[in-house]
T-cell receptor
Framework: EAQVTQNPRYLITVTGKKLTVTCSQN?????MSWYRQDPGLGLRQIYY???????DKGDVPEGYKVSRKEKRNFPLILESPSPNQTSLYFC?????????????????FGPGTRLTVL | AQSVSQHNHHVILSEAASLELGCNYS??????LFWYVQYPGQHLQLLLK??????LVKGIKGFEAEFIKSKFSFNLRKPSVQWSDTAEYFC??????????FGDGTTLTVKP
């Protein structure tokens, strides 16, 4: 089954304790992205990756790191989490290829990770 | 900088009423436009998208949207809503460089 998976789905942690949220897709998609969803603010893009070893900042990258060493995986790293990073996080992927058809530009979302930082 | 503005934060309708959710965007180049839906407790799903061609696009579950380039708008419509359409709706744009921007969302409540 084609899907985007995230782990963990729920996480409660404390300020300053490094954590990683994993994201994996099995659709051979080039594009992957991380978003956070907060009430009244919609989804805000944290980082995105057009392909392996290519990452770019979204609108709210502060306090986050990402890496794209393999095509299928795009982990989100919080080196020193703070309470303002308490949020619902979504990973997404799409087939979008540089210079390719924009008709492939549909993002498939993972189930979400609810993070609470105390 | 690209941005998306959704006009209504919360819409309440009775079943069979018609729906129109407003979305305006700003972007300096060619964009892809999307409407996503998020049912309670679930992740986002694509309703429809526009990337070129016919400005009137049809999506799943009877939804459609019209791209009006001169107004930078991409409004979502449905002639007759159902209780099962209760959800949050997001308009989004994505430029060729890959950056995505979502609107703040519109919560639709349909009363049976």
């Amino acid at each position: 089954e084609a899907q985007v998976t995230q782990n963990p789905r729920y996480l409660i942690t404390v300020t300053g304790k490094k954590l990683t949220v994993t994201c994996s897709q099995n659709m051979n998609h080039e594009y992957m992205s991380w978003y956070r969803q907060d009430p009244g603010l919609g989804l805000r893009q944290i980082y995105y990756s057009m392909n392996v070893e290519v990452t770019d900042k979204g609108d709210v990258p502060e306090g986050y790191k990402v890496s794209r060493k393999e095509k299928r995986n795009f982990p989100l790293i919080l080196e020193s989490p703070s309470p303002n990073q308490t949020s619902l996080y979504f990973c997404a992927s799409s087939l979008l290829a540089r210079g390719g058809s924009r008709s492939t530009d549909t993002q498939y979302f993972g189930p979400g990770t609810r993070l609470t930082v105390l | 900088a690209q941005s998306v503005s959704q006009h209504n934060h919360h819409v309440i309708l009775s079943e069979a009423a018609s729906l129109e959710l407003g979305c305006n965007y700003s972007y300096g180049g060619t964009v892809n436009l999307f409407w996503y839906v998020q049912y309670p407790g679930q992740h986002l799903q694509l309703l429809l998208k526009y990337f070129s061609g016919d400005p009137l696009v049809k999506g799943i579950k009877g939804f459609e949207a019209e791209f009006i380039k001169s107004k930078f708008s991409f409004n979502l419509r449905k002639p007759s809503v159902q209780w099962s359409d209760t959800a949050e709706y997001f308009c989004a744009v994505r430029g060729r460089a890959g950056k995505s921007t979502f609107g703040d969302g519109t919560t639709l409540t349909v009363k049976p």
